[in-house]
């Protein structure tokens, strides 16, 4: 979808990934995951209201890589 696309589109403007190696996710109205090369985000795009204008997309919750990541790395107690 074109909703998608501008998505996709947005993230190759905020991660060093090239477009062919992303990935969109449909979340929920308008709302997408955008994820390649180690990095993910989503993107919540807002159609225009005109022909003549381009499609925004919002990114949701910026966090660095490390913190959105789905697995978390043990950390050892401190010794006493």
């Given at each position: ?50 022909a ?15 913190a ?13």
């Amino acid at each position: 979808s074109r909703l998608a696309e501008a998505a996709g589109e947005r993230a190759t403007r905020e991660f060093p990934c090239p477009m062919e190696e992303l990935t969109e996710a449909h979340i929920y109205s308008g709302t997408y995951r955008v994820a390649g090369c180690g990095h993910d985000a989503t993107y919540t795009c807002f159609a225009p209201a005109s022909a003549f204008s381009s499609i925004n997309c919002v990114r949701e919750n910026p966090l660095p890589a490390a913190a959105s990541s789905m697995t978390t790395a043990a950390v050892p107690p401190a010794p006493l």
